[in-house]
């Protein structure tokens, strides 16, 4: 369990988390998320004490990191996977902490070869890839076996099959019991993997709550196929729908997707007017639109290239 209440810290003149409160449960897996520069990293250390709140507080299992009696065993972290000597490799690190943690000997080949990096594990650390590197950060996180994990951006580098594999690993920790809070910017991703979301914005929490209710406050939408589009834009326009026309693929639009108005009320508007539909599917909110109308004031930092189609998809169908 992690408690955050009224957490603020300032680098500067520059608030970077302001008055941040949220609760991670055990037996959930709660994404994290934040536009760059939104404080994720920042919160994730003062919950490790590895820095000082200028005011509220950070508890793991009620207490501060740093009252923690066998802090290994209790909490694990991946904050950055470069953490390692590179001279040093992974079953010498993992050795040295151990050790270091009264851990057995035997924990250190186990999560070597929970990772996959049984066959690496002599290696020198220097001569790893960014997956390797990330492979060994979650090593480390696992090593004291503990009960609350905290993994920043832990996707980061790992191929389709170590991205499979760790959405996995983090539904099984969750359904151990244990409490995992996972920062990622890979919302695809991320509505697979997680039962919570909390997402934040210039140090501020914007949403907080189950996967479902964050994306049953996106409006429900429909996609629409006619050859009399512009006609039955104007329509349902005036019924009170929004319609934004899809034009790729064709030169004259006949696609569209509809918000503000059901699949059936579409139909009967069409039906009434004697125009042909060829195709009117409801599409399920995606958590990346969810995500993007919820942190549109909070981005910092913008790029200027074009806006990316809509990420929803067809609803599943009941039959
Ligand atoms: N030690 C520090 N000194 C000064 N500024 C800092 C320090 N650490 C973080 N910041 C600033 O605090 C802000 C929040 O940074 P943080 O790394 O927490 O964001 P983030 O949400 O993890 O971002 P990203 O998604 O890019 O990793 C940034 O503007 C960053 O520059």
Redesign the pocket.
Known sequence: MIEVGGLVKS??A?R?LDGLSFTAVPGRVTAFL??????????L?MILGL?TPDAGHALVHGVPYAALRDPLRTVGALLDASACHPARSPHAHLRWLARTHRIPRERVTEVLDLVGLGPAARRPVRGFSLGMRQRLGIAVALLGDPGTLLL??PMNGLDPEGIQWLRGLLRALADEGRTVLV?S?LMREMAVTADHVLV?GR?RVLADGSLASLLATDPPAVRLVTPRLHELAGALRTEGGQVAYDETGEGTARQAVVTGLTAARIGDIAARNAWSVHELTPLRPSLEETYLRLTAEAV?YRATTPVSPSTRQEAAVHA
């Open positions: 680098y500067g520059r970077v934040g536009p760059n520069g939104a404080g994720k990293s920042t919160t250390r820095g920043d951006e920062s910017h934040i140090g910092e």
